[in-house]
């Protein structure tokens, strides 16, 4: 059983976190797929479509979370991912109950909240 243990470190080793290779988790496909749908979002011209990328972006960082969720790891990183998503996760719902009550410019505006997570968090990742 010992002589599997590198094996299993040198496949952790090669996922995870941006500079925080120890992670087991890659959240990097998700990422960049919210990275579209959110700009979709922030471009968008109409309620519906904004509310339709939003969605889009939430459920895709609660993939992410839940993937984070039941990793075996759960040390720092992890637990500074979830605390980020948490937060990003309460802005997305607020931006969206924003569109479904037609409070279109209201909920363009709240953008804003998320924005600053993305900077906030994806700094905190890098340290
Ligand atoms: C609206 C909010 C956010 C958007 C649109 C967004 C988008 C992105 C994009 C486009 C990337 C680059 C992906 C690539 O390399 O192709 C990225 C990377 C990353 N983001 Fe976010 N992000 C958001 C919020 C967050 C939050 C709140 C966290 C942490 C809690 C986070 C954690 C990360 C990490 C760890 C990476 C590096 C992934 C890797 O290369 O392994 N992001 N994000």
Do not use: W
């Not at 075996?72 to 990003?88: A, D, H, S, V, W």
């Amino acid at each position: 059983m010992k002589k599997f243990v590198p094996l299993i470190c040198a496949a952790i080793l090669s996922l995870g976190f941006a500079s925080q290779v120890q992670a087991e988790v890659s959240v990097k496909a998700e990422m960049k797929a919210m990275g579209q749908s959110f700009k979709a979002a922030d471009s968008a011209k109409d309620a519906a479509t904004l509310k339709k990328e939003l969605v889009t972006v939430r459920d895709l960082a609660k993939k992410t979370q839940a993937q984070v969720l039941a990793s075996r790891q759960q040390g720092k990183p992890e637990q500074t991912y979830l605390e980020g998503i948490g937060k990003l996760l309460a802005a997305l719902d607020n931006s969206i109950a924003l569109a479904d009550a037609g409070k279109f410019d209201a909920a363009k505006a709240s953008l804003a909240r998320a924005k600053e997570l993305r900077s906030e968090y994806h700094k905190k990742m890098r340290d």
